[in-house]
């Protein structure tokens, strides 16, 4: 298995992964594009895929850089330990099924974390599907070092309304929770 930098020959093969694992409707190719974007500071960008030895997606992580990504209501910098112009965000995870357990979720964890370090953020929030299968997602990011800081309600629901986000346990009316989580680096 190789971890490299996320690039524009990945995405179409990622927007499937996360549709697959996330719900459909979950990502586009505009989506992905702008997620990169995101990532990327002083030409250092913070999107990782996982490639098997054929070269197929294993799994990927999108990050995005301090101070280019929008605080909005699911957000509580007032509890976060850095200033929010030093917080980076871990936007999306995901791992093909076949692929999880083999321990790729922390390796493109880590490839994120050294980026932002580079590009000076100190600390990185998420947001965490409670509801994953086993609560891993909550449970993996903890493993990593992150403290819960807030459970929001309904943290999807507004994706479904505007965007046609299906989720993979609520359909198309998501009442999931979200773990904001805190990973200091």
Known sequence: MVVTQLRPEHFEAV???ANQVHGD????????????ALGTKFD??????ALDDSGNLLGF?????AEQWPIDKWCSPKAWPVLPSQM?????????????G?????KLLHASVVALRQQGALAGVAHLWKQSPGNGAVKYFTKAGGQIIKIHNDRWLENCINDGYVCTICSNECHCQAAEM???F
Not at 25 to 36: Q, R, S, T
Not at 61 to 65: F, G, N
Request: hydrophobic share 50%; aromatic share 10%.
């Open 25 to 36: 409707n979950y990502l586009d190719m505009p989506g992905i594009a702008k997620m990169v």
């Open 44 to 49: 250092i960008n913070a999107c990782f895929v």
């Open 88 to 100: 980076a965000y871990f936007k999306c995870i995901a791992v093909a099924p076949e692929a999880q």
């Open 182 to 184: 805190v990973l200091m």
């Open 102 to 106: 083999q321990g790729i979720g922390p």
């Open 15 to 17: 927007v499937k992964l």
């Open 61 to 65: 992580r999108t990050s995005y850089a």
